[in-house]
């Protein structure tokens, strides 16, 4: 069952003047299953972080639709966006976005505070989630006591805690080391694998060869897509990198 429909999606931005004219996106059309794990992937300026922002309700298409359950979410009003991302999405950054003066616990709570949460109910769903990803001895703890990675985990509990229907991760292993990054990943495939639909962007090819299904945009279409079926990770990173060369038309590191 399709989760999210991009149909005909495209993005064209003016200059401050309008002289000029940019198509960040040309003519994207996907679809995401329920319970996928999609990575995205291209070189810099193919329009992955267009990409993202309009699924993410964060910007608007020139054209085309973006549907979640449905529901084509380039149509809701500025009213009700806000509300609408907090009550079907999750976020995961490069840069965790964790409030320094907040604990990881007011962090994780933050968007069902502001969803109007009991707090009963609030405490009933972090504690699975913290003792899933390692971090229930951690969430008295400040942002800035911790690791990356702990921050991180803390980052992904607050996406999961909404129990959202889509999960949208921004480069979620740029900013750690590769230790944090492989715990990370490993994460991200258990919480997959409890039915949690997950879209990665990354340039990242160990990252990328996680995901269940990789889509490479180029010049704002979508160029190539590479399914994982049987394949290990080290196979899929190999296929990975061999379609980044051919995309890019050189070396490709990882």
Same mark, same amino acid.
């Given at each position: 069952?399709?989760?999210?429909?991009?149909?005909?999606?495209?993005?064209?931005?003016?200059?401050?003047?309008?002289?000029?004219?940019?198509? %960040? &996106?040309? *003519?994207?059309?996907?679809?995401?299953?329920?319970?996928?794990?999609?990575?995205?992937? +291209?070189?810099?300026? %193919?329009?992955?972080?267009? &990409?993202? #922002?309009? &699924?993410?309700?964060?910007?608007?298409? @020139?054209? =085309?639709?973006?549907?979640?359950?449905?529901?084509?979410?380039?149509?809701?009003?500025?009213?009700?966006?806000?509300?609408?991302?907090?009550?079907?999405?999750?976020?995961?950054?490069? *840069?965790? #976005?964790? &409030?320094?003066?907040?604990?990881?616990?007011? #962090?994780?709570?933050?968007?069902?505070?502001?969803? =109007?949460?009991?707090?009963?109910?609030?405490?009933?769903?972090? +504690?699975?989630?913290?003792?899933?990803? /390692?971090?229930?001895?951690?969430? *008295?703890?400040?942002?800035?006591?911790?690791? +990356?990675?702990?921050?991180?985990?803390?980052?992904?509990?607050?996406? !999961?805690?909404?129990?959202?229907?889509?999960?949208?991760?921004?480069?979620?292993? /740029? %900013?750690?080391?590769?230790?944090?990054?492989?715990? !990370?990943?490993?994460?991200? /495939?258990?919480? #997959?694998?409890?039915?949690?639909?997950?879209?990665?962007?990354?340039?990242?090819?160990?990252?990328?060869?996680?995901?269940?299904?990789?889509?490479?945009?180029?010049?704002?279409?979508?160029?190539?897509?590479?399914?994982?079926?049987?394949?290990? @990770?080290?196979?899929?990173?190999?296929?990975?990198? *061999? @379609?980044?060369? %051919?995309?890019?038309? +050189?070396?490709?590191?990882?």
């Amino acid at each position: 069952m399709s989760l999210l429909e991009i149909s005909h999606l495209q993005k064209i931005y003016s200059t401050r003047f309008g002289g000029v004219k940019v198509e %960040a &996106l040309s *003519d994207v059309s996907f679809t995401v299953e329920q319970g996928e794990y999609l990575a995205i992937m +291209g070189e810099s300026g %193919a329009g992955k972080t267009t &990409l993202l #922002n309009i &699924l993410a309700a964060l910007d608007r298409p @020139t054209g =085309g639709s973006v549907c979640l359950s449905g529901r084509d979410i380039t149509k809701i009003s500025d009213r009700e966006l806000s509300a609408f991302r907090r009550d079907h999405l999750g976020f995961v950054f490069q *840069d965790f #976005n964790l &409030l320094d003066t907040f604990s990881l616990k007011d #962090n994780i709570f933050l968007p069902l505070v502001l969803a =109007g949460t009991p707090y009963r109910e609030m405490s009933l769903r972090l +504690g699975p989630i913290a003792r899933q990803l /390692g971090i229930a001895e951690l969430l *008295d703890k400040y942002p800035y006591e911790v690791s +990356g990675g702990q921050k991180q985990r803390a980052a992904v509990a607050r996406a !999961l805690i909404t129990r959202p229907e889509l999960v949208l991760a921004d480069e979620p292993t /740029g %900013a750690l080391d590769s230790r944090s990054s492989e715990s !990370l990943l490993h994460l991200f /495939g258990k919480i #997959n694998e409890a039915g949690q639909t997950i879209v990665m962007v990354t340039h990242s090819v160990r990252a990328a060869s996680h995901a269940g299904r990789v889509l490479f945009l180029r010049d704002g279409q979508v160029y190539h897509q590479l399914y994982r079926g049987g394949m290990s @990770t080290e196979s899929m990173f190999a296929r990975i990198s *061999d @379609t980044l060369t %051919a995309l890019s038309g +050189g070396e490709q590191d990882e």
